[in-house]
């Protein structure tokens, strides 16, 4: 079974529209979630954790427990977004959804 | 910092063949991961070292297998390799054991394209 689901494969937003990448985990303890971004020709690299409670370039991301999501939005989507981002549960070993590739449409 | 390092970046082998994929960690980082990435899927799991002992090891045949040195660096070794091996081959680092230390992230690698023809 996954234990991270992200349903959106594709996602296109217009420059300067609201953001929102969804993520579902299967866990039932607390979990440690975090959000991985993968720009053009460069490597996966950390965007946020939830234990952070911080915005990093715009982004922010809520644990909710009672739905076991944990989706990554941001207010007004910039060009430079467009990304593929990956959302990951840390158990014993680390899970990864299969990603959203995020379209910003100048 | 160099972050972690792999190699080769590209390598293309037959079927039957055997394959070592390399990984230097992040300086100062005692554990290291190995991940496959398929084209259209995210990374999953193969193996985790700490401290040259395996600390986890993902749903993989035994024909994968891993070793960490002294100085922290590993290989990932696959034999009798088959088609369906053909994926991107990423190497994590962080500082301690996943779910040893609390919300440690891990840090990836450009990753090793192995092709299998």
């Known amino acids: 079974a996954q234990r991270v689901t992200q349903p959106e494969k594709l996602l296109s937003v217009f420059k300067g529209a609201p953001v929102e990448l969804k993520c579902n985990y299967s866990?039932?303890?607390?979990?440690?979630l975090f959000w991985y971004v993968q720009y053009s020709r460069q490597r996966l690299q950390l965007l946020l954790r939830?234990?952070s409670r911080e915005s990093i370039k715009g982004f922010t991301a809520d644990l909710n427990k009672g739905e076991t999501s944990f989706h990554l939005k941001k207010p007004f989507a910039q060009e430079e977004d467009s990304a593929m981002y990956y959302c990951a549960l840390s158990l014993k070993q680390f899970y990864f959804g299969t990603g959203t590739s995020l379209t910003v449409i100048p | 910092d160099a972050g972690v390092t792999q190699s080769p970046t590209h390598l293309i082998k037959t079927r039957g063949q055997h394959v070592t994929l390399r990984c230097s960690p992040i300086s100062g980082h005692k554990s290291v991961s190995w991940y496959q990435q398929v084209l259209g899927q995210g990374p999953q799991f193969i193996f985790q070292?700490?401290?040259?002992?395996?600390?986890g090891r993902g749903n993989f045949p035994d024909r994968f297998s891993a070793r960490q040195f002294p100085n922290y660096s590993s290989e990932l070794n696959v034999n009798a390799l088959l088609l369906g091996d053909s994926a991107l081959y990423l190497c994590?680092?962080?500082?301690?054991?996943?779910?040893?230390?609390?919300?440690?992230?891990?840090?990836f690698g450009d990753g090793t394209r192995l092709s299998i023809l």
């Open positions: 994590a680092s962080s500082l301690g054991v996943t779910g040893g230390v609390k919300n440690q992230p891990q840090h």
């Open positions: 070292y700490y401290e040259k002992e395996e600390r």
């Open positions: 866990y039932s303890g607390s979990p440690e």
């Open positions: 939830h234990i």
